[in-house]
């Protein structure tokens, strides 16, 4: 009797061992199957995990110096092409293959060029006004590789922050500053007609200056106006004598403090950015195409103004706190124009001179230029290959962001082929952002009363009138940079640019499908969203993935489709489709992960064709809603490379738990084949303890009396044998 309790009660043990079994569930339609032990995961039946094989493109090994493909030198004979169909004097530079040394200098002078200024970054010299025909002796000098022409510089002429979603709205409850970061310790290099700091939204935010238009003491306007030498170690504190730079640095940075103290609602994308001032205005103040002798002269203080922000971008300045130390991005609102037709391909020394500053780690703003829908390319600076080109939407002064539109004055791209072989570096501009009808920080010569050359200042002034160009554009992307540096101060100029692009919210069709999804001529890669971008600079710095990104290597998600759905409730497949490709080589794998566990593989269309540059190939991932946990789960996207991983994609998505739940109870199967085999193994038990148990009803302990039990017992066991012989014999 014993043996019979203790086998009843390891029965009662098993039972919910029983309870506990799970058969696997249905592949979902027989459409989808798993390698997923805990079955949150699915793929297509019939797909892959082996990614297909993929061509590496072209222009990846090219290293054809870019003067041998220049589109400004049609005929390859090392001189701009308009400079050859001129007659009169023309501003003119050279380059060389190499760095500019003193020999170079003794051999120009010699022959009596004037140096005007030696721009380092781009191993370029300026010559100033040089007659055309001598062009051709330029180019018989020894590393002599282009001689260029002057451009012309022209200038690009309080919603706008809560459009870009910088600051938060009723239409947009999330903005970048919700994440702590206003650009704090980070500085602006407002490249422009000067910037009146003294501005009430724009106080004590100067951390160090410089006039690049009188770098040289003999230059004929800084001298007939008194002013001669300027410092360049940034203790100078250029003004604004025409209202542009004053505009643009509040677009980037204002507080929207008022003179009485009051707060207005004209904040700039990062108001607690701070300014470099680098003007590049006349001397008189007036704007540049204004008071200028010649032209030529500004196309040189521009050169030299961004030579000098490349030469102090780790620059500890005079009286700075050291989180205000050097540079850290370039703000540009004017561009360069070509005297070829077709605009710059980007070779022009002032689109090559900001590609400069981009490997040297200053992020460069430029705005694409007014020229409208049907411009004749794309002017120099905003033609710069690793630049940020800045288009301008019209937000029709509403936050809304569904209405917006391309500015009708926007310049649109691509840009000119510089002939090597790579379509994307001609997808200009790169992002776009609100330009029209703009309300300005108002300037010192703009009220009758205040002239920065009568011993006025701005101190007194408000904002005021609104302004309208891709110039009002390129600053607030400027300050966006602010948020996104100071939210994540690891970044590269290459990865800040790419976040930019990833998180824009895109616009109109793709102008070029096969060469990219997404760019628009109009838009670029859509209207920035400094929500967005911020929140991945934080991401990318707590998953610390600081110098692993592969800005080439791109990965992006279709919009999810949702299947199987049969509750009240969003259960069934979540189903994650996307396309992958890289711009320089192959994408080794696509990865996902849920809620930060292992990374697994997606999977691929099975094929057997490679795959040509850019050509694209699809993922796919199923998610069971019902099996992953209820509540928010992070499903997290990514590409690998042999260079890095790509950006990642970040996708919350609404597990039910319903899995658990089901797998808790039992299943009529479940239940009778647990039944049964209770029953089958109390038989066994019952039957094995009547052959082996002592009997326990023994009344007397006499000898006879066991002796006569257990004889009954005995006979007791033969019958059952008996009976069993007898039955497996039937």
């Known amino acids: 009797m014993k043996r019979l309790i203790a086998v009843f009660l390891f029965a009662l043990m098993l039972s919910p061992l029983t309870g506990s079994l799970t058969l696997e569930k249905q592949p979902h339609d027989g459409q989808w199957f798993t390698v997923d032990p805990t079955q949150r995961s699915w793929h297509p039946i019939g797909s892959t995990f082996e990614v297909p094989e993929q061509l590496e493109p072209s222009w990846a ?47 120009l002078e010699s022959l009596g060029f004037e140096v005007r200024d030696v721009i380092e970054s781009v191993n370029g010299v300026l010559l100033g006004l040089v007659e055309p025909e001598l062009a051709i002796n330029l180019t018989s000098l020894e590393d002599v590789v282009m001689v260029h022409r002057y451009g012309q510089v022209i200038f690009y002429g309080d919603v706008q922050t809560q459009n870009v979603k910088a600051r938060n709205s009723t239409i947009y409850p999330n903005g970048a500053w919700d994440f702590g970061v206003t650009g704090k310790g980070v500085n602006i290099a407002m490249v422009d007609t000067g910037v009146d700091n003294e501005h009430p939204g724009l106080n004590e935010k100067f951390v160090a200056g410089y006039d690049a238009v009188c770098y040289n003491p003999s230059d004929p306007n800084c001298v007939l106006n008194g002013f001669g030498f300027r410092p360049s170690d940034g203790t100078f504190d250029p003004d604004d004598g025409n209202q542009h730079g004053t505009a643009c640095m509040g677009m980037a940075a204002a507080t929207g403090l008022e003179a009485d103290g009051s707060q207005s609602e004209f904040y700039g994308s990062a108001p607690e950015s701070s300014l470099v001032d680098v003007r590049i205005g006349t001397d008189a103040g007036a704007g540049p195409f204004e008071n200028y002798v010649l032209e030529q002269e500004f196309y040189e203080s521009a050169m030299n103004g961004i030579q000098w922000i490349i030469d102090n971008k780790d620059t500890a300045w005079e009286g700075a706190d050291e989180s205000l130390h050097g540079i850290d991005i370039i703000s540009l609102s004017w561009g360069i124009t070509s005297h070829e037709g077709g605009g710059s391909d980007g070779t022009d020394m002032h689109s090559m001179i900001l590609d400069e500053a981009m490997l040297a780690g200053v992020v460069v703003s430029v705005a694409a230029g007014n020229d409208g829908p049907n411009n004749d390319g794309l002017s120099g600076m905003g033609s710069s290959d690793l630049s940020i080109t800045v288009g301008a939407s019209d937000d029709g002064n509403t936050i809304d962001r569904d209405d917006d539109t391309v500015a009708s004055y926007s310049s649109r791209g691509p840009r000119r082929d510089n002939g090597d072989n790579n379509p994307l570096n001609e997808l200009k501009p790169e992002i776009s952002a609100p330009g029209t009808n703009i309300i300005q920080a108002e300037g010192c010569v703009t009220s009758g009363s205040c002239n920065n050359f009568l011993g006025g200042d701005a101190s007194g002034n408000t904002y005021t009138s609104r302004g309208s160009g891709t110039s009002y554009a390129a600053p607030a992307v400027s300050g966006i940079l602010a948020l996104m540096m100071e939210a994540n101060e690891n970044l590269t100029t290459a990865e800040l640019k790419e976040i930019i692009k990833f998180t824009a919210e895109r616009k109109g069709e793709a102008t070029q499908p096969d060469v990219d999804p997404f760019w628009n001529r109009d838009f670029g890669w859509g209207i920035v969203d400094a929500y967005e971008a911020t929140k991945l600079a934080i991401h990318l710095k707590e998953q610390n993935l600081d110098g692993q990104i592969d800005v080439f290597t791109q990965v992006h998600l279709n919009q999810p489709t949702l299947t199987n759905n049969t509750s009240e409730v969003d259960s069934g497949m979540f189903v994650l489709e996307g396309f992958a490709w890289n711009q320089m080589g192959s994408v080794n794998s696509v990865e996902y992960r849920i809620d930060g566990g ?25 998610l069971d809603l019902d099996n992953l946990p209820s509540g928010e789960v992070l499903i997290e996207v990514r590409g690998i490379s042999d260079d890095g991983q790509s950006l990642p994609i970040n996708i919350v998505v609404q597990g039910t738990g319903l899995g658990d739940s089901e797998s808790s109870g039992f299943s009529s199967d479940i239940i009778m084949i647990a039944g049964a085999a209770m029953i089958l193994i109390f038989a066994i038990a019952l039957l094995f303890i009547s052959r082996t148990e002592t009997p326990l009803l023994l009344i ?31």
């Open 61 to 107: 090994n090219d290293e054809t110096p870019w003067w041998e493909r220049s589109a400004l030198d049609q005929n390859n004979n090392y001189i701009h092409d308009s400079i050859e169909s001129e007659v009169e004097p023309v501003g003119m530079a050279i380059s060389y293959s190499e760095e500019v040394n003193d020999e170079h200098l003794q051999v």
């Open 598 to 622: 292992e990374w697994m593989s997606a999977s691929f269309n099975e094929t057997e064709t490679t795959l040509g540059p850019l050509e694209r190939f699809q993922w796919t991932i199923g």
């Open 700 to 730: 007397s302990t006499s000898e006879e009396s066991i002796e006569e039990a257990l004889e009954k017992d005995y006979d007791l066991s033969a019958v059952i044998d008996a009976e069993l012989v007898d039955h497996e014999g039937k």
